[in-house]
Nanobody
Framework: EVQLVESGGGLVHAGGSLRLSCAASGFTFDDYAIGWFRQAPGKEREGVSCIVNWDSSTHYADSVKGRFTISSDNAKNTVYLQMNSLEPKDTAVYYC??????????????WGQGTQVTVSS
């Protein structure tokens, strides 16, 4: 059974940091890209960052470049998203997903349940 389990969300003041974790199981981790997506109320789901495990490349949305860092511990089948200098506009439910694309959610096959990130001003 494929599982993606996010953790690490919470409430933080603007300028603060959070680290999200995504623990994956049930598929060949190295064959997939793992992406972080977010969805705020009333908005479409958008790609935040992804790491392509077969070539270790990383990708970021322009809105988070320089503030967020994605990393992967392949021994633990876990991907992390370090989020620094958080802003209220970063408030959303954050999802991790496994797929074969870069940051198009339509190219991702497996999804976690999401974790809420709330940034207060």
């Amino acid at each position: 059974e494929v599982q993606l389990v996010e953790s690490g969300g919470g409430l933080v003041h603007a300028g603060g940091s959070l680290r999200l974790s995504c623990a994956a199981s049930g598929f060949t981790f190295d064959d997939y890209a793992i992406g972080w997506f977010r969805q705020a109320p009333g908005k479409e789901r958008e790609g935040v960052s992804c790491i392509v495990n077969w070539d270790s490349s990383t990708h970021y949305a322009d809105s988070v470049k320089g503030r967020f860092t994605i990393s992967s511990d392949n021994a633990k089948n876990t991907v992390y998203l370090q989020m620094n200098s958080l802003e209220p506009k970063d408030t959303a439910v954050y999802y991790c997903a496994a797929g074969r694309g870069i940051m198009d959610p339509n190219e991702y096959d497996y999804w976690g349940q999401g974790t809420q990130v709330t940034v207060s001003s």
